[in-house]
C-alpha cells in the first residue's frame, strides 16, 4: 500500500510540474541608481576555505563578505553555538564585514580557537550562510628520540629503512639526505617510496655508508625535522676496494647469487584502494630482486587512460590526474627479471563527495509570478538534499502557501510582496558536503529608462542596425517602438524587437531616417525615451593604393580616392608598417595621396591608408620595394683549364632587393679585336662558378656583368688572361652558293668564317665544282677571298658545289654538296593565244599557252600579265590611265587563273610576258574586254540643311564612280527618339535630281537618313546621316508659352496700359517742360518719377534712355542682361526715333544670336521687354 501510494504521489507531482507554468525570472541590471534603491536579501560573496589551517606564528583572519540592501549585518555560530564575539578581547570583526580577526599579542593560544565556526548575515529580507569552517593550526611535531642500530645487509639482498615521519597538519614532505645535506641518489634500484620509506630492490657494497637520513618538512611553518641517521653495513663475500666504484658492474666482478622479484611494497598478491573524484591517484609497486626488476602496468578489462596517466619514479609510480568514475577497476603491476616475474592486483574504488549538477540560483521575481529553485546533486554515495529557509530548517518554518517543496526543487506560485527570503541547499554524504546560498526576491518597481536621453545615432546605409533602449521594471514591462510618434508599434518586416528593448534595423536605409520612441509600461507606470536615427553614406577607398617597385633615387606617389558622406567630416591617415608617418621635404601629404622623393631603402615597407569617420573607416594597404641596379661581382678566379674550356668563379655583389636574374660574362681578346669587350654566354642569377666554353687560338680575360630588373651592374674587374692552343677550322662556311652574273659564267661565293672561328693561322678556302650528272673530275681552287668565278659556261647549267677551310694546323670539314647554277638569258618565246572568258563587273578568268621551259634560258620565275583601263562606259566620266601588273607562277600544260580587282563598266587591254629571275621575254597578243555594269559608289557628299522651323533641305552630289549607268537615288529615313528608332520610311528620285526638301510633322523630330544611289544592277554604297541638333528647336519650344490665350491677354492689358503712359509723356513734352541733361547715360528708368526740388518732372532724353541692345529694364527698376528681345526679329538696321520720339527703325538682327542663344528664358518675348526698349 506504501508503495503504490508513494507511486501515486511521483505521478501527480510529474503532472503538475507539466502543467504549471514558469515565469522568466527578472534580470536586475547593473544600474547604480537601480540597485541603490533595489532591495535585496544577503549574498555571500567571499569566505575562507572549508578546511582553514593556519599558522599557528600569525594572527587568525577567518574571512566572510557578503552584500545586500540593507547592508548585512554579521553573527558567527561555533561548533554549533553562538559565537559572542563582544566577550573575547581577542576576536574583533571588521567593519561593514563580517571578517573576524583573532590577534595574540596580549597572550592566549591558536589551539584554543580550533573548532567549525559558520557566518551568517542577514538584514530585513533574509538571512545567508557561509560553509562551515574547520578551523585548525598547523602542527609540526618533533621525531621521537631513537637509538637505531646499523643494518647489517648481505650484499645482492633487498632492503627497507623507514622514515615514519611524526604526524604533522598537514602531512609533512620527505626526502632522504646524507650527513653532508646531499640527496640521496635514486635510480631503478634505489628509490623512495609514497610512504617515505626508502627501497633497495638489492644493495650493492658501495651503498655502506653512516648517514641515510629522513627529513620532514612542514609547508605551513617552514621547518625541517631530521631523523636520527641510519647506518649501513654490507656484508661481502668477497673483498670489497671501496676506492673504485663502476656503474655498469656494481659488483665489480663478485659472484653475488640472483634472485626472482619480490614486492617490497604493497605486500601480497592483491590490495584495495579508495579515491574520490576529481582527486589523484597514486599507486605503487616497489620490487626486490637481482638482477633489478622492471616495472610495467595495465588495467584488466580495458587501457589506461593516456591522456591522464603519468609514470614516475622510475615507471614504480603510477598516476591518474583528476579521477573520474571511469577510472575504478583493477590495476596489474608487473615486475620481471630474467629469472621471473611476479604479478600485483590493486583494486581501485572511485567515490565521490556531492558535486553539483544544478545549483540553485538567486530568483528575482515580480509580484504573481512564478519561480524554482532547484538543488541537484550527485555523489558516491547520493548525497542528501537538505532545504533551510533562513538557516533554519525548512520544515521547521511557518507554513508558505506560495511555496512547495517537491524532492530537490521548491515550488513558488504567485509570490506576494513581503516573501523575500534567502534558501539554502545543503547537499552531503560521508565524504563531504555542498552548501548553497539562493535568494528569492519579490521586487515591484515602476518602468526605469536606463539609456542616455535623447541620443542621436549614426549609421551606415544598408548596415543592420541595432537602437538600444535599456528598461527595467518589475512586473517586467511591455516595450513597443514607434517612429515619429505615429502609426502602430513597430515589430515584424524589416524590424525586429529583442527582450531587451533593443530594436534592430535589418538594413538601414534613408527612409528609415527620423525620431523612434520606446515606450515601456507596466501596472506600475511607464516611461519613454527617444532616439534620433540618421543614416548616412559609407565610407569606402574607391580607388585603393598599389604595390609598388621602383628604383632607388625616384619619386612614387601612393593614391587612396576616398568617397564618403557629405555630412561627416573623413581623415586620412597615413601609416608604414604600422607607425605614424612624418612629413618633410621628400616625404609629403596632399589631400589623399602620399608622394615620396628620392626614395631609398630605408622607405621601403607597407604603406597604409586608414580613412576615418566617426561611425566607420576603411583601409587599404600597398607595398613599396625600392629597387636598385646590384653591386658589381668581385673575386674573378680562373680554374680547371682545358684546351676549349676553363671554369671562371666570381663573389656576386649586394642585388639591392631585385634578384639578379642572370650573370653576363664577356671576354676581351688582344689579337684581333683588343680592347673590344664582347658577350661570351649568360647565366641563371643563382650561379656563380660556370665552365666557358672557348675557341681555341684566342688570348682571353673576362669580366661578369649581374643583371636584374633593374638594369646591369658595372662590370666587375677583369680576370687573369687565358690563352688556348690552335686547332684546325671546326666550322663550314656559310651562305655558299652558285649564280651566274652573265650568261656564260657561274660566280661562288660564301660567308668568311668569323675571327674566332679560325681556330689557328693561315686560314683559306679549297672550293670544288663540276657539271651536275656528270662524272667529270671535281675542279677546285684555293684562295683566301670569299669569291670565285668560274667562266665559258652555257647558259643556265647545273654545278655541283662544296667547300672547305683549311688552317696551318690542318683542314676542317667539308660542307654538303650544293646545287648552283650559271648566267641566265632572255626568254625566247612569249605566251600565246591569250584570252579571258566569264567577265562579269570586277573580275575574269584569263587564259593562255605557256611556253616552252627550254626557252626561258633560266629559273622560271612567272607569268606576268600587263593589263590597263582605258576608259569608262558612262557618259562623260573621264579615267585616267594606269598601267597594272600582276604575276602567276604555274607549270600547267594550260594555265587558268583569276583576274580580280577590276572597275565595273569599263573598257582594259591586256597583253602576258615570262620572265626568269633576270629578264622578260616577248609580249604576247593583246587582248582588250570590257566590264560588265555593276553598283555605284556612295554619292560624293550629302548634306542636311535647315532652312525653316518646320522643313530640312537634303542634298547630295552623284557618285565619284557610278560603276555603270545612274537611273535614280534612294533615301531611306526613320525617326529617332533616344535608342527607339520609329517605322522606316523611303523616298525614290530620278538621276538628275540631287536635293529634296521634307516637311517635319514635329519641329523636334530627329531622322536618320540613308542614301544610296542607284543602276540596274541595284543599289550601291549607302551615305548615312543624321540630322543635327539646331539650337533654335529649344527656342521655338520656349516661344509656345506666347501662344497661351491667357498669356497674351495679359501683356495686352500690359500694353495698353504703358502706351497711355507713354501717350501722357508726350503730350506733357509737346507743351514744354523741365529737361535737364544727364550727366550719365544708360540710367535705368525710375519706377517713380523724381521731382526737382522746384516741383518740375525730370524727364529722361530719349537718347539716354535708349538700353543697350541684348540688355532689358526689370520691373524693379535695375538693369540686367536679356536672354532675347523682340529686337531679334527685325530684319533691318539701326533703330531710329523721330523728333516727337515715335519708333520708325527696325531692329538689327543678328544670325548668330538664334543660334547660340536659343536655350535661352523665354522672358525677352514679353511685350513688358520690348516697350522698356523703347523706352
Known sequence: MLRQGGRAALALMSLQLLLWHESATIEVPQDPKILAELKQPPTITKQSVKDYIVDPRDNIIIECEAKGNPVPMFSWRRNGKFFNIGKDPRVTMRKRSGTLEIGFRNGGRPEDYEGEYQCFASNEHGVALSNKILLRVSKAPLWPKEVLDPVVVTEGMALVLPCNPPPGLPPPFTFWMNSMMSPIPQDKRVSKGLNGDLYFSNVVAHDANDDYSCNARFPFTHTIQQKNPFTLKILTNEPYNDTFYNASDPYGGRKVSESTPTFLSPLGTESSKMVLRD???????????????????????????????????????????????????????????????????????????????????????????????????????????????????????????????????????????????????????QHGYLLANAFVSVLDMPPRMLGPKNQLIKVIENNRTFLDCPFFGSPLPDLRWFKNGQGSGLDGGLYRVYLNGTLEIKRARVEDEGTYTCLANNILGMAENQVRLEVKEPTRIIGAPEHQSAIRGSTVRFECKVKSDASLPVSVVWTKDDKPLHQGWRLKKDGESLTISNINEGDEGTYTCD??????????????????????????????????????????????????????????????????????????????????????????????????????????????????????????????????????????????????????????????????????????????????????????????????????????????????????????????????????????????????????????????????????????????????????????????????????????????????????????????????????????????????????????????????????????????????????????????????????????????????????????????????????????????????????????????????????????????????????????????????????????????NKPLQGSQTSLEGHVKESDDSLVDYGEGGDGQFNEDGSFIGQYTVKKDKDETEGNESSEATSPVNAIYSLA
Not at 620490487?287 to 609514470?311: C, H, S, Y
Not at 556531492?354 to 558516491?380: F, H, I, M, Q, S
Not at 683559306?764 to 677546285?780: G, L, P, Q, T
Open 611 to 1104: 580613412v576615418k569617420s566617426e561611425i566607420d573607416q576603411d583601409s587599404a594597404s600597398a607595398r613599396l620595394v625600392v629597387l636598385g641596379r646590384p653591386d658589381p661581382p668581385m673575386d674573378l678566379d680562373l680554374s680547371d683549364p682545358a684546351a676549349r674550356s676553363v671554369r671562371l668563379t666570381w663573389i656576386p655583389g649586394n642585388d639591392h632587393r631585385s634578384p639578379i636574374a642572370e650573370f653576363l660574362v664577356q671576354f676581351e681578346e688582344n689579337h684581333w679585336e683588343p680592347g673590344r669587350w664582347q658577350d661570351l654566354a649568360t647565366y641563371p642569377g643563382d650561379l656563380n662558378s660556370v665552365i666557358l666554353q672557348l675557341a681555341p687560338f684566342v688570348n682571353y680575360q673576362f669580366r661578369v656583368i649581374a643583371v636584374n630588373a633593374v638594369g646591369r651592374s658595372e662590370p666587375s674587374y677583369p680576370s687573369p688572361r687565358y690563352k688556348t692552343s690552335s686547332a684546325a677550322p671546326d666550322v663550314i662556311p656559310r651562305g655558299l652558293r652558285g649564280w651566274g652574273s652573265d650568261k656564260n659564267n657561274m660566280e661562288i661565293t660564301w660567308e668568311p668564317l668569323l675571327d674566332l672561328e679560325k681556330n689557328g693561322p693561315n686560314l683559306h678556302y679549297v672550293v670544288w665544282w663540276r657539271r651536275k650528272d656528270s662524272d667529270a673530275e671535281w675542279d677546285n681552287v684555293t684562295t683566301i677571298g670569299t669569291k670565285v668565278v668560274v667562266h665559258n659556261t652555257k647558259t643556265y647549267v647545273p654545278y655541283e658545289i662544296k667547300i672547305q677551310a683549311t688552317n696551318d694546323i690542318g683542314p676542317g670539314p667539308e660542307s654538303n654538296v650544293v646545287i648552283g647554277y650559271s648566267g641566265e638569258d632572255k626568254p625566247k618565246n612569249a605566251p600565246t593565244e591569250l584570252r579571258i572568258s566569264k567577265v562579269d563587273s570586277t573580275k575574269g578568268h584569263i587564259h593562255w599557252k605557256p611556253v616552252d621551259p627550254v626557252s626561258v634560258q633560266g629559273e622560271l620565275k612567272e607569268y606576268k600579265l600587263y593589263y590597263s583601263r582605258e576608259s569608262s562606259h558612262a557618259p562623260g566620266l573621264l579615267v585616267r590611265k594606269e598601267n597594272k601588273t600582276k604575276g602567276f607562277y604555274t607549270t600547267m600544260a594550260e594555265p587558268s587563273v583569276i583576274l580580280s580587282g577590276l572597275v565595273p563598266f569599263s573598257r582594259y587591254k591586256m597583253f602576258m610576258v615570262v620572265a626568269n629571275t633576270r629578264y622578260e621575254g616577248p609580249p604576247s597578243n593583246v587582248v582588250e574586254f570590257s566590264t560588265k555594269e555593276g553598283v555605284p559608289d556612295a554619292p560624293r557628299f550629302f548634306r542636311i540643311n535647315r532652312r525653316s522651323f518646320d522643313t530640312i533641305h537634303l542634298q547630295w552630289d552623284k557618285p565619284l564612280e557610278p560603276n555603270g549607268i545612274v537611273i535614280g537615288y534612294r533615301l531611306k529615313y526613320h525617326t529617332v527618339n533616344g535608342s527607339r528608332e520609329g517605322r522606316p520610311q523611303m523616298e525614290t528620285f530620278p538621276p538628275n535630281v540631287t536635293e529634296y526638301t521634307m516637311r517635319l510633322p514635329d519641329r523636334s523630330t530627329r531622322y536618320n537618313f540613308y542614301l544610296s544611289a542607284l543602276t540596274q544592277v541595284g543599289a550601291g554604297e549607302v551615305f548615312a546621316e543624321e540630322s543635327p541638333f539646331f539650337a533654335n528647336e529649344a527656342y521655338i519650344d520656349q516661344v509656345d508659352i506666347a501662344t497661351q490665350g491667357w498669356f497674351i491677354g495679359l501683356m495686352c492689358a500690359i500694353a495698353l496700359i504703358i502706351l497711355i503712359l507713354l501717350i501722357v509723356c508726350f503730350i506733357k513734352r509737346s507743351r514744354g517742360g523741365k529737361y535737364p541733361v544727364r550727366d550719365k547715360k544708360e540710367l535705368p528708368l525710375d519706377s517713380v518719377d523724381q521731382k526737382d526740388p522746384d516741383g518740375s518732372f525730370d524727364y529722361q532724353s530719349d537718347e539716354d
Open 279 to 429: 582527486e589523484q591517484l597514486l599507486l605503487e609497486c616497489i620490487a626486490a630482486g637481482l638482477p633489478t626488476p622492471t616495472i610495467k602496468w595495465f588495467k584488466k578489462g580495458g587501457d589506461l587512460p593516456g591522456r591522464k596517466v603519468k609514470f614516475e619514479n622510475y615507471n614504480k609510480t603510477l598516476k591518474v590526474i583528476n579521477v573520474s568514475e571511469e577510472d575504478a577497476g583493477e590495476y596489474v603491476c608487473m615486475a620481471n627479471n630474467h629469472l621471473g616475474s611476479i604479478r600485483h592486483s590493486i583494486f581501485v574504488q572511485v567515490k565521490a563527495a556531492p558535486y553539483w549538477l544544478d545549483k540553485p540560483t538567486n530568483l528575482v521575481l515580480a509580484p504573481e509570478d512564478n519561480g524554482r529553485l532547484v538543488c541537484r546533486a550527485n555523489g558516491n554515495p547520493k548525497p542528501s538534499i537538505q532545504w533551510l529557509i533562513n538557516g533554519q530548517p525548512i520544515n521547521s518554518s511557518l507554513p508558505n502557501p506560495s511555496q512547495q517543496m517537491m524532492g530537490d526543487t521548491i515550488i513558488f506560485r504567485s509570490v506576494q510582496m513581503g516573501s523575500s527570503a534567502v534558501y539554502q541547499c545543503n547537499a552531503s554524504n
